[in-house]
């Protein structure tokens, strides 16, 4: 009973569910591994063990009176801290915002509680979410269990760490750039970047509104350590929210398809490190194995659809967030923001309409691609591993880290969703691959993660290393 916290989700739910164990006996399991390997991470910048087991003790009453139970009754889950958590601070990684408790959850947060997770604490996120690392003035840094030489990615880092080093079965993250992909490549885990629309994202604090790119490539997603646990946490956070206009009806699974993918290993124009091509080849001789036709292709205005991010997404960074980097004062922050708004530049007007203009003309391309290729296989990266800061060590830094996430890019410009599955180990690090289908065609991603995962041990839980 003490290493319950070794079991996925699924499992554990089935447990609970079954009356094998209770949901307080799992949450205790869980904080006991938080208290474990935490110190040495730094994911869980706050532990919630009174509300947990509070939370716990009133699952294990609800069973007992035979209410009804969600598909998370029990299961201890993880949120990151840029979404609103009743009771929690919202800080987003400042200390300007360390006291800035939200009244009211998240309509992604409000899923997880109605689904009957139980909560162990807030992850670490860097300052606004806007590093490809984690860390941050107000909660330092957090570290990857793998090794402390790489980064454990970001902005969702804390939550790739902590699933990966056994802190609960389930993280919530978010992802605009690649922030659930990255740190779940970075990590040996399984991320689910969601389809524009497919969970609610409102923020209650967010009483000013969002910008129009954080409205088109902003989403919430999962972190989990296999993927039919990131298929159960989509189920449990999609439910619609009236809070949330995005928000769109589509059904969990759709038509059926072609079995085709399409794989891309070495994309035109990119350099990609041969280790990473490699396991996109093995992952389309995974699929190949299981009846899929594999070929090698690329999709339509490739480089140009990772490009778009910038005269989309820069125009709020440098209005919004650029001006108030001397008053936060987290100086990777400051490198990071600073030399990439130098080096890809801030359009007009003009060049920002242009840029949603093409956004739209690309989409319908893409849309063709996927009929004839229903999923898509690419690199996450396009080199195997970073060190922990490499984004704040001067232009060299920040510009080596665009480059090596750009493959990212292409699913938020587009708002498709993308499934981050490892794929293989270099130098005792893991390596990974990207899942990309069409809008609100998880489903397919899902199944093409299923079938490689079955050919990959999955790696995690693991103790933390040097």
Known sequence: MDELWRLDATDLAVLIRSGAVSAVEAARSALERLDAVNPALNAVVRVLADEALEQAQEADAAQRRGDPLGLLHGVPVTTKITADHRGCPTDNGLVSMKDHRAAE????????????????????????????????????????????????????????????????????????????????????????????????????????????????????????????????????????????????????????????????????????????????????????????????????????????????????????????????????????????????????????????????????AWNQFFERYPVLVTPISSTAFLPAERDGEGVDGALEVLEALRLQFMCPVLGLPGLSVPVGECEGRPLGVQIIAARHREDLCLEAGEIIETHERIRTPIDPRP
């Open 105 to 364: 959850d998240s309509a992604v947060v409000a899923n997880l509680r109605r689904a009957g997770a139980v909560f162990l604490g807030r992850t670490a996120s860097p300052a606004f979410a806007m590093r490809g690392m984690t860390s941050s003035v107000l909660h330092g840094q957090t570290w990857n269990p793998w090794s402390r030489a790489v980064t454990c990615g970001g902005s969702s880092g804390g939550a790739g760490a902590a699933v990966a080093a056994g802190i609960g079965a389930i993280a919530h993250g978010s992802d605009i750039g690649g922030s659930i992909r990255w740190p779940a490549y970075c990590n040996g885990v399984v991320g689910l970047r969601t389809s524009l629309g497919r969970i609610p994202s409102h923020n209650p604090s967010g009483t000013n509104g969002r910008a129009l790119s954080g409205q088109i490539m902003a989403v919430q997603g999962p972190l989990a350590r296999s993927v039919r646990d990131a298929r159960l946490a989509l189920e449990a956070m999609s439910p619609g929210d009236p809070r949330d206009g995005w928000w769109t009806p589509a059904p969990l699974r759709g038509p059926p398809v072609a079995r085709r993918a399409a794989i891309l290993p070495l994309p035109a124009g990119l350099k990609v490190d041969p280790r990473v091509s490699d396991a996109v080849r093995t992952a389309g001789r995974h699929l190949q194995s299981a009846g899929f036709e594999v070929v090698e292709a690329e999709p339509p205005h490739l480089v140009e659809t990772t490009d778009l991010w910038h005269p989309i997404g820069l125009p709020t960074l440098a209005s919004g967030l650029a001006p108030m980097l001397d008053q936060v004062g987290d100086p990777p922050l400051t490198n990071f923001i600073t030399h990439w708004l130098a080096e890809k530049g801030v359009p007009d007007l003009a060049g920002h309409v242009e840029a949603l203009r093409r956004r739209d003309q690309i989409h319908t």
